[in-house]
């Protein structure tokens, strides 16, 4: 059973100088060992910025993956990393066997740009990291095996009987992502697949695999292919509920620690969040 991380990251000519896109590379960096094997869809406007692409190639390569590093350069769309959702594992599903599959993506590259808290993003980034791949043997061990879990994230939110918001997307103040079938989601998309299990689910139900046609595919994607209880989970079997809206100042932190569950736990996750942040500082000269 393999370990595989499929990985999209939206690249620019000042990528270096991005805070945001810094703590995913170091954050990524603290667990790359987990990986058998990492796919890496590098996304870009101009796919003959070959000199961008090989500074951020050797960036990857230089983060200490054990297994082999593949990059497949993406030509940037409106469709973001739902693309590589779409394309690599709601279509893929049967292919995969028996490895195991962790997505995630390179987060916040606009949002700090658009006047949301910066100590909240942060906490929504390196959460995301965190809450998977701090515990990836809990993650793993819950989706294989007897148990029924399919998908093991970070932030899972669960809104169940609340009804739609007028509007689709999610905004600023909003309680829910709207659309969504099953009524729940990973906030942020980070999340470990058993894609055997999911196959399985979607056979025996004969659900059908939504269609692409907006870049909150990604998120929605689980939520409207299973249901919440017993095929997702998230660490310590917790989730979240009703207004969580990680895009409001605070949420972010206090999400983590209400599924962290105890201080010491928090206290932690801390340590981890500054190492971040200083390391970046240190070796990059951003804060």
Known sequence: MRKILLYYLYITDDFFERLANLVNIE???KYSHIFDEA???????DKNNYGLINKVEHLFIDLGFRGNAN????????????????????????????????????KGYSNLDTGYDKASMMHWIIGCYYLSLEFAKEGTDLITGMNTFSTFGSFPLVMRGEKEMPGDYLTKDEQYLGRIKYHWCFSGTFFWLNP???????????QETPLIFDRYYSEKYLGNVMSYECNATGHNLMYLWGNNNMYNDGVAESCVRF???T??????????????????KEKYGIE
């Open 39 to 45: 796919r890496i869809f590098l996304s870009i406007d």
């Open 71 to 106: 990059f497949i350069i993406h030509q940037n769309d409106d469709f973001r990393e739902s693309r590589v959702v779409k394309n690599e594992i709601a279509d893929k599903l049967r292919g995969y066997g028996e490895d195991l599959i962790f997505f995630a993506h390179g």
């Open 259 to 261: 599924l962290l569950h």
């Open 263 to 280: 201080d010491e736990a928090f206290e932690r996750y801390m340590a981890f969040y500054n190492e971040i942040l200083n390391t970046v």
């Open 196 to 206: 055997a299990k999911l196959y399985d689910h979607l056979a025996i139900f004969r």
């Open 27 to 29: 954050c990524l960096r």
